[in-house]
């Protein structure tokens, strides 16, 4: 069987403001910050972004306004050779837009986000070729809507159907019900278990079917629950700038390895290193690991192939 | 005599993104607000607007970039009838921007900035046909030495210097000595006086010659000195939803009474008026009151004419 692209995403885009701080802005005062980074972001559209850049042909379903962010973010994506024809434009609205407060320092990120201001992606407005068209869904679950009929259509078309959770919303369970990978982010695990319980939630989300769940946990790296075996790993050591972007490009690492066919052990591996590079530079989209260093990595990870 | 401009304005010019946020964002976390404003800003920037709404010719002198944000930065003067033949482009730089956090909850307003990457506006760059056209230089002293010049010129061709003076940096003091209305922000002030006492500051910039000096104190209004009187009042109550630009209307409603002829207690008065009502909107050119309101509120005003 043959695909015209290797995953399909539906989610969030965002045009990022990365300022680099000294310190966190006190409230009531005028803070002046010396660097400013512009770069496309957002969840889905940034992990489109790597798989890009790793060689995958992708197609991207999102919404933007017709507010001059929005241009800007169609072509980010086209520039990295993303296919923006899922972007829909919402006449006279705003599209997403988020000011990040990166402190090198302390390694902290603080994210400023606004969504964008037009209706949400509709299920009748996701084409059902898109789908089927590519070998994964990849999504966010904004769109929970279009997201869960998404998945529904990749499923009955036998595709691989891969979720970044990083808000509980209503419908994010029936989501998990219809995904191959689940993997969540602190913040959903906390809503989800009501602590600091990684373990515990992996073990819920597998029961509703994924194969692979997983919580990121930022410096603390990952726990993950792959057909029943625990794995996990402390982040790697990096020297951090910025971590927007790090669980982005995570979670699109677990999606290249399993297009390619590996292990759960070396795909999580494969992403932590990934998400560790992220770090190394201001904007989500700066420090990207190639293609040739994701292969390398691969092959020297310790896990068979 | 007759002259081509009111105002000749050098400083400062600023895109502004003003977002209103239902709390201050804690450091390390997501945070998601509803409303985003996109705004020409910055001091002399927004007073040369608002002296322009109120009909007084106006010539702008400032640095941007040939980033994006410069472009919107020169549309958003020239929409006001702003000239803007000061305006310098540096080739492959950045132009100032703020990201605003506004609590209209609390009415606290957070500066986050970066000043235009581009050197500053040397004093050669600043025609000194520009400074003899207008009745009035106003500055920010943000391009301190090209300040110097031009208040040195303007007061030799008998102009009016008027300075909103916001950060109290090296040369700051020699432009207090060349002007004739030297009003500061409370920043300033404690950094002149160590400490909170605007009448002391006032009458430290008056004794360098000043005819006209004040602190401007927020919600606490202001205190100046005119002419050895002492003038004070808290600001007018007001639903503050953002404080941008109270400052700079404030300022520029001075320099729109002293070009009337009026004396320092009605402009002081008919600022104090004019910089509350630009509180009760975001962004700080939402709200400037139009010039007939500002008639108005100066003819009731209760000194005489």
Redesign the interface.
Known sequence: MSSDFDVFGLGQCSLD?V?V?DS?????????????IVQGGGPVATALVALSRWGRRCLFCGVVGDDGFGEQIRASLEAEGVDTRGLLVRAGE?SQ?A?V?A?PVTG????????PTGRAVAPAEVDTAWIEAARTFYTDGLFIEASLHAAAVARRAGRAVVVDA?TLRDGMLDLAALSDVFIVSE?FCRALVGGDAPLEACRRLAALGPSLTGVTLGARGYVALADGEVISSPAHEVRVVDTTGCGDVFHAAVAYGLLRGWEARRCLDLANRAAARVATRPGGRSAIPSGDEMLSWAERSSTKL
Chains 1, 2 share one sequence.
């Open positions: 403001y300022g701080f966190y802005p006190s409230p009531d005062t005028k803070h002046e910050f010396r660097r400013m705003g837009f000011f407060i402190e902290r990120r603080t994210i400023l986000w606004r969504r990083g913040t």
